[in-house]
T-cell receptor
């Protein structure tokens, strides 16, 4: 089973509007971390936002917020006031506590959502 | 310094060549990673080094050989690669095992094997 599922291969949004990118995850660990990364066409992976499994408040970083619904195992990214520079691939990722052998070093990615912001 | 620096940015190599990818960070991170990313796919973990020791090898073919000379440097030695190994190779680092430590990624090396 996939650990991270992003069901939207592509999304379109008008400049200055808000957009939500979906992410659901699967884990049996009690302790885990959820991340969103942005990857422009240049290739670099840019960290956007983090949510811990024990965090009670939804994470926010500037125009980015994470809608964390633990019981539903979802961690959707909300981008407010979209800008043309937001056009990129967006990846949801998870680190789990794991058992041993360094498994909690692993950052597992979803397949990504390609966001296009239209002027 | 909050960057992970990868060199070269682009590399074209023949199937009989030997080349190396380099990665450097000066953030005091003690875990370093190599990821491989094919076009329109998510990154796939190849290797993890923790405190300069190989912690995870995701069953990567031996034509890829990682090396961690010190806590700031990570190399990936390439030998007898195949055209299907052409991809973006991303290096990353993190403070360590705590879950809230995300990765800082480099901008990658675009490798083409001819």
């Amino acid at each position: 089973a996939q650990k991270i599922t992003q069901t939207q291969p592509g999304m379109f949004v008008q400049e200055k509007e808000a957009v939500t990118l979906d992410c659901t995850y699967d884990t049996s660990d009690q302790s885990y971390g959820l991340f969103w990364y942005k990857q422009p066409s240049s290739g670099e992976m840019i960290f956007l936002i983090y949510q811990g499994s024990y965090d009670e408040q939804n994470a926010t970083e500037g125009r980015y917020s994470l809608n964390f619904q633990k019981a539903r195992k979802s961690a959707n990214l909300v981008i407010s006031a979209s800008q043309l520079g937001d056009s990129a691939m967006y990846f949801c990722a998870m680190r789990e506590e794991g058992n041993s052998g360094g498994s909690n070093y692993k950052l597992t990615f979803g397949k990504g959502t390609l966001l296009t912001v239209n002027p | 310094d909050t960057e992970v620096t990868q060199t070269p940015k682009h590399l074209v190599m023949g199937m009989t060549n030997k080349k190396s990818l380099k990665c450097e960070q000066h953030m005091g991170h003690r875990a370093m990673y190599w990821y491989k990313q094919k076009a329109k796919k998510p990154p796939e973990l190849m290797f993890v080094y923790s405190y300069e020791k190989l912690s995870i090898n995701e069953s990567v073919p031996s034509r890829f050989s990682p090396e961690c000379p010190n806590s700031s440097l990570l190399n990936l030695h390439l030998h007898a690669l195949q055209p299907e190994d052409s991809a973006l190779y991303l290096c990353a680092s993190s403070y360590g095992q705590l879950l809230n430590y995300g990765y800082t990624f480099g901008s990658g090396t675009r490798l083409t094997v001819v």
